[in-house]
């Protein structure tokens, strides 16, 4: 049992480092990802990578082929699209859910609380602790709308969304953390219709900010 979690929790560090090597840049979109290469430059066998490249896949930052080096996919118009015309769907639902699972009695302390330290996070100049704590307002919600499947489906849109957040992470937080601040105020007050409706404002006001900076976005294909 302990050797398993340690291989998982290796193949997560891996995870997480390949990412941020694709989220700013290091490895460029199109780039084939070689196991030796990355074995011996992360010091590790080339277990925990295999492990680790489905994760990525999942989370849209390479494509698997058979018997091919995965590659960094490309950013595209039509792609961030996709993701902003699923989130558009699923995150009033959640939203709806979380409030009406409040309406009845369930507790929104944690999302207060969530939406709470990213706003100290904000106000303390610390960007990527606020945008770390503005994910976890969305894990929030997901949670307290009591069904698994939202976190199993959202988690990969949240790591696609990521992706586009490197470019505009300095643009409009406060805008950003006041529309939190609406959302996590109607769900808190058990107020369902006006959840969902400020979760798709939200939504749909983020898919203009990522394409106002979508060209800054590595990996970014202007002609795709």
């Known amino acids: 049992m302990e050797q398993g979690a ?15 090597r694709i989220l700013d840049g290091r490895i460029p979109a ?16 080339r277990v925990p990578i295999r492990e680790a490249l489905p994760m990525l896949e999942a989370a849209g930052l390479v494509a698997l082929s058979p018997r091919r080096p995965a590659v960094v996919t490309m950013v595209t118009r039509s792609g961030v699209n996709e993701l902003y015309d699923l989130r558009s769907a699923l995150e009033p639902l959640a ?8 309406a009845v009695g369930a507790d929104a302390s944690a999302l207060v609380d969530a939406v709470t330290r990213a706003g100290d996070a904000l106000h303390a100049g610390d960007l990527p602790s606020f945008h770390r ?3 976890g307002v969305h894990a929030t919600i997901e949670s307290l709308a009591d069904n698994r499947l939202f976190v199993v489906i959202m988690e990969p849109l949240r790591e696609r969304s990521n992706r ?15 529309e939190h601040v ?42 795709a």
């Open 164 to 178: 586009l957040n490197v470019a505009n992470m300095e643009r409009e937080p406060s805008i950003r953390h006041r």
């Open 6 to 20: 340690a291989s998982a929790s290796l193949s997560r560090r891996v995870f997480d480092e390949i990412r941020a």
């Open 182 to 223: 609406s959302l996590v105020d109607a769900i808190a007050e058990g107020n369902p219709e006006l959840a969902a409706a400020v979760a798709y404002s939200h939504v749909e006001w983020g898919r203009q900010r990522t394409f106002e900076t979508l060209s800054a976005v590595p990996g970014f294909d202007p002609t």
């Open 133 to 135: 704590e503005s994910g």
């Open 95 to 102: 939203a709806r859910k979380a409030a009406s699972a409040v």
């Open 30 to 45: 199109g780039e084939p990802l070689r196991e030796r290469d990355l074995s011996a430059e992360l010091d590790v066998s």
